[in-house]
């Protein structure tokens, strides 16, 4: 079972916009700005697509962005294109001086 | 451009012990704190283990205290992940990944590709 709470999956035609929520507690995403989200493809290695709550490292479109309110984080992709399609994953400092991810969501692009 | 390239994975037996290195390359790996994260088959992320960028500040996921350790060689710009007494529950791709930090901050700014480790008798 993992630390941060994700839906498993999510998903949106092309142009849309879904978010994909990720829920900690007190000890971890209610208590640091360290909130991260990565994009994980088959084969491939997991990519940092948001950092720090709400930044974006170079290279990631802006169409994803980062929030949260209280023990709970969320990432949005707007306008949807196929190649979004993957596993995402959130991640948070913890207060154990440990890192927590969550379970992943499926996005898929119908 | 930043490297992360895993090593030393291997099909083992219940019990025994495998060390997994990852050797970065294209940036300053004393600038950085490092982690080790895992893969299951079927499941999700999940973090091992960080160590900071001089090797003084070390944590352990619960499930692999006392049984793991990380280590780091900043002139050879490595970083070993020690297991032992391993078990089924082991059986993952290890990936090393770089903090944009010197101390852990839950950002894994750059990963390698993974080495799997099976526990299998």
């Known amino acids: 079972q993992s630390a941060l709470t994700q839906p498993p999956s999510a998903s949106g035609s092309p142009g849309q916009s879904v978010t994909i929520s990720c829920t900690g507690t007190?000890?971890?995403?209610?208590?640091?700005?360290?909130v991260s989200w990565y994009q994980r493809h088959p084969g491939k290695a997991p990519k940092l697509m948001i950092y720090e709550v709400t930044k974006r490292p170079s290279g990631v479109p802006d169409r994803f962005s980062g929030s949260k309110s209280g023990n709970t984080a969320s990432l949005t992709v707007s306008g949807l294109q196929s190649e979004d399609e993957g596993e995402y994953y959130c991640?948070?400092?913890?207060?154990?001086?440990?890192?927590?991810f969550g379970g992943g969501t499926k996005l898929t692009v119908l | 451009q930043v490297q992360l390239v895993e090593s030393g994975g291997a099909m083992v037996q219940p019990g025994t012990s495998l060390r997994l290195s990852c050797a970065g390359s294209?940036?300053?790996?004393?600038?950085?704190?490092m982690h080790w994260v895992r893969q299951t088959p079927g499941k999700g992320l999940a973090w091992v283990a960080s160590i900071s960028f001089d090797g003084t500040f070390r944590a352990f996921d619960e499930s692999v205290k006392g049984r793991f350790t990380i280590s780091r060689l900043n002139g050879q710009a490595t970083v070993f992940l020690q297991m032992s007494d391993l078990g089924a529950q082991d059986t993952a791709i290890y990936f090393c990944?770089?903090?944009?930090?010197?101390?852990?901050?839950?950002?894994?700014?750059?990963w390698g590709l993974g080495t799997l480790v099976t526990v299998s008798s």
């Open positions: 007190t000890s971890d995403i209610d208590y640091y700005e360290y």
């Open positions: 294209g940036f300053d790996f004393s600038d950085h704190a």
């Open positions: 990944a770089r903090d944009l930090k010197t101390f852990s901050s839950a950002t894994l700014d750059h």
């Open positions: 991640a948070s400092y913890s207060r154990t001086n440990t890192v927590v």
